[in-house]
């Protein structure tokens, strides 16, 4: 009898042991699946630079999108130390999987040439469509190889035959939800770099984006039709906007970005074909220019309707920049090739506080304001500005702007 109680305490306690590793092994596949590492190699992909390898991603991308973790993440790996030729290709969303990580730690290259695209949509390379919770990170690096296309740009070789206007965005974001991109570096693309586009929910952190000043629209980021959108503690040095925010946006944060060379940060240019604007809450904070065209500028067509309002720029530095304030609100692609229209965007409660620096040029501040549709509710707070050349002077310029000054601001408001 005692024998028997013993040897049923035994096998309980034997029992439970059993059941407690089977429940650590279970705990411990969980925790395992939780974050499940897909290499695009396992794929078929080839980082030889030379081989075409845009299947295999987009193999790798539906294995990873089509099946959901329960609380789990899914990790698309581009492995360090590779090359990884990629032609145009879109990741189509929605995903079942909640939340994709893409790691890139290698290099992931564009054709050079042309006419890869023929037959195909030119504005794209790497688009990531109707996509929500992607995180794309790494200490990798996304280089678009933009010269081809750049040598047969209008704007640069008008005269040459079959010239394109056109070229692949080397990374869109279409009708994405949270998703983010950190870490990686952008690299030359075709035409702008990054495109945010009909998003909601989106963070840019700790990337480098740079192409030759001399580029054609190589854009760092252009944000479109989209809401809250954080871009932070970023270098972009391009050959037009560092930032760009178009129609259709709310929520925009830029704050801790280096910018230049390049065209500045830019609201703008909008309604251009004539339509109505809706641009409110941007809040441009603690970035420096270098070396710009422009520093905080805001740019309307005359024929636009709508509005931009509630603009804050805030932490401004300038270092040699060519017009650190504007607003141009008669923007015409062809200086004087615009005629006078009743129309245009109005501008409304934009705050300039706290900046500094030198202007390249004479006139500092210019706010040429359109004369059916002034800029009203301007402020200019704490503003020191002076000329980058030793012993020249710099001054304000008003068109039909009205506004207030707070405390010192130099040069002289012109409201
Ligand atoms: C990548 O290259 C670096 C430098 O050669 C080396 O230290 C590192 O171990 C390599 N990583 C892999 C995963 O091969
Ligand atoms: C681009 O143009 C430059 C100068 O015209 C030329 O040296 C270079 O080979 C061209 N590159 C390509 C990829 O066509
Ligand atoms: C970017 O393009 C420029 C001009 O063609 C070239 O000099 C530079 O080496 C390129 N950078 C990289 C990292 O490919
Ligand atoms: C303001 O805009 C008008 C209309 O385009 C233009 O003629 C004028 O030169 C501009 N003024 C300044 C100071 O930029």
């Known amino acids: 009898m005692v024998v028997s109680l013993h040897l049923q305490v035994t096998s309980f306690a034997f029992f439970v042991l059993i059941l407690c590793l089977y429940c650590s092994n279970i705990v411990y596949n969980v925790v395992a699946m939780k974050s499940e590492v897909v290499d695009v190699s396992d794929f078929g992909a080839v980082g030889d630079g030379t081989a075409d390898s845009s299947k295999a991603f987009l193999k790798a991308w539906n294995f990873v999108c089509s099946r959901e973790i329960e ?24 995903c079942k999987a909640k939340e994709i990580k893409f790691l890139i730690m290698g290099r992931i290259i564009s054709p050079v040439s042309p006419k890869t695209w023929e037959g195909l949509d030119q504005a794209k390379w790497l688009t990531f469509y109707k996509v929500s919770g992607l995180k794309i990170k790494g200490s990798g690096e996304i280089n678009g190889r933009g010269w081809g296309w750049w040598n047969q740009s209008c704007r640069d070789h008008p005269r040459l035959e079959g010239c394109t206007s056109l070229a692949p ?10 998703s983010s991109l950190s870490q990686v570096r952008l690299i030359n693309s075709s035409q702008t770099h990054v495109l945010i586009r009909g998003t909601d929910g989106f963070i840019v952190d700790h990337v480098k984006i740079t192409a030759p000043e001399t580029s054609p629209n190589t854009d760092g980021i252009h944000i479109s039709s989209a809401s809250n959108i954080f871009i932070r503690n970023s270098i972009i040095g391009t050959g037009d906007d560092c930032v760009s925010i178009g129609d259709y946006t709310t929520n925009i944060h830029i704050s801790h970005v280096k910018c230049g060379p390049g065209h500045g940060i830019s609201i703008g240019s909008l309604g251009r074909s004539g ?32 509005y931009v309002r509630g603009v804050m720029f805030e932490n401004l530095f300038f270092n040699s920049v060519k017009n650190p304030i504007i607003i141009d609100q008669n923007y015409c692609n062809v200086r004087g090739a615009c005629k006078e229209l009743e129309t245009g965007v109005q501008i409304r409660d934009v705050v300039y506080r706290n900046l500094w620096g030198t202007s390249s040029t004479e006139v500092a501040i210019t706010l040429n304001c359109s004369r059916s549709v002034s800029c009203t ?31 010192v601001v130099q040069p002289a408001p012109c409201f």
């Open 275 to 306: 339509n109505f604007v809706q641009v409110q809450n941007i809040r441009v904070n603690t970035v420096t220019f270098k070396g710009t065209t422009n520093g905080a500028r805001i740019k309307t067509w005359q024929v636009g309707k709508g």
């Open 377 to 407: 509710g301007l402020l200019l707070q704490s503003i020191m500005l002076k000329s980058s050349i030793t012993g020249k002077n710099v001054r304000s310029s008003c068109i039909n702007a009205h506004g207030a000054a707070i405390g």
């Open 71 to 94: 609380n789990g993440v899914r990790v698309i790996f581009v492995p360090e130390n590779q090359t990884f030729l990629l032609h145009p290709v879109t990741f189509n969303g929605p």
């Open 169 to 178: 965005t080397a990374m869109i974001f279409e009708s994405c939800k949270t």
